[in-house]
């Protein structure tokens, strides 16, 4: 607690002390009206779809831990290496383990930078921290965290968010910007821009901010705040739709107007009036209902719920069966679900992940000695893992065919690559055959058997008589003088 027990000062020199981390998120009072609290309040607080979209893609954010690596050759051979591996199938996670084994990377679990990214601050875990940051991402466009340094040697020792709404980015023309954090009661403290990560968005307006994601959808978010409002109007007026016309014949003052109008109200407004039978007397009149004539069915179309639910969805890039939409639950089988998880993350989660790192390499890692780049390790993720099923077929054709060695199919299947007892039951088509002899031509073929010895005449063993001509040795043939069978010798 003695490292933020200060609370922000402005700050007349770098380094940022941590000590200069302490009582911001003590006061909650809201600065000026930005995009970021608009969305915050209609969308992530007010719309169960933005709701359920954001913390599926912040709550998958902290999924992967940090690892990072030192490179030991450069860097188009090892995405070379990258994408051969790739191309063969391997998960993720054989494919780092082959770069380390083949002297491509070196890995660094246990570097001060990987240590301080998963556990950025003594409050903040490492899933809290990055689902916060992707968090503030969607909803603003902007995400940061300040790097709070040791007093005494300026190196970063702890990371800490800064809400957006309350930053400012100010251009400066020598660092090309600074930040400004105003909290309501304290006086602003300017950042320079090596002491805070920013992680945004594209925007093709702007330069220094970015573009929040639900700016796309906003008119898509009142058109779902209409239905809702409208669905709630219709059963409070005991869903009778947008109104009705009773008519009479005699002629009747405002005030009576009014009256009959309260009087239904309260007799037929609201749930408990639902169903109830409207007597009129002393007046010939006649009740017409307007509208709606199959109620809820008219009230709230199943098609453009349906439609208003997919745009949203779209612009987070997340399969309506993942998320429970009515479009998903038509379509969900649990072939099409698991389907959808794997395009989540390959589509959206690992492009964000990659564009998070990004800034982490850019910002942090050439402050630290002794690693080349972090990254979100993601070879643990389930749903980017191969069906095994698909990978057994794949490496068990590709050694029939010749293209791996029983090692390497072994390996890849999770087993053994030398086994060392055991019965194995071999197709006899297959021809062991070694690495070094593999561009040897292959043998000649065995000669043809040679053919018996052919005799010009056969004659009978015991009379002499002639029985066959180009007969082989060795054949039986019958006399018919003799009535009796013999071998045909040579010679």
Known sequence: MGLIANAFRNLTSPPVPISSVGSIWQNRGDSAPQNYLQFARQGYQGNEIVFAAIELLASS???PHITGRRRRRESPAIRAETTRLRMAGCPLVQIDNALVRNGFVVQVPDHPLVRLLNAPNPFMSRGQCWSTVV???YLGGNAYLLKARNESFGNVQELWRLRPDRVKIIPDAQTFCKYEYTVPGLKPITFEYKDVMHFKTRNPLDDYYGMPPMMAISGRLDIDRYMAGFLRTFFEQGGTGPGSILTVKQK???????????????QFGGYGGWHEMMILDSAESTYQQMGLNRGLRDALPKELDALSEARIAMVFGIPGSILGLLIGY??????NKKADERTFWKVTMTPLLSDLDDVLNL???PEFGGVDEVYFDLSDIEALQPDVDELHNRHRQNFQAGLEAFEEARDAIGLDPSPTEGTFFVPSSMIPTQVEDLDSPPPSPPPPPALPEAVVEARCTRCGRKVGENVNVGASLHCPRCRDHFLVAGG
């Open 61 to 63: 954010a902290a999924e």
């Open 252 to 266: 009747l003052s405002e005030q009576a107007k009014e009256d009959i109008r309260s009087r239904f109200k309260r």
């Open 363 to 365: 910002s942090l890692v």
């Open 330 to 335: 038509e379509s969900s089988s649990y072939a």
């Open 135 to 137: 968090m503030d991402r």
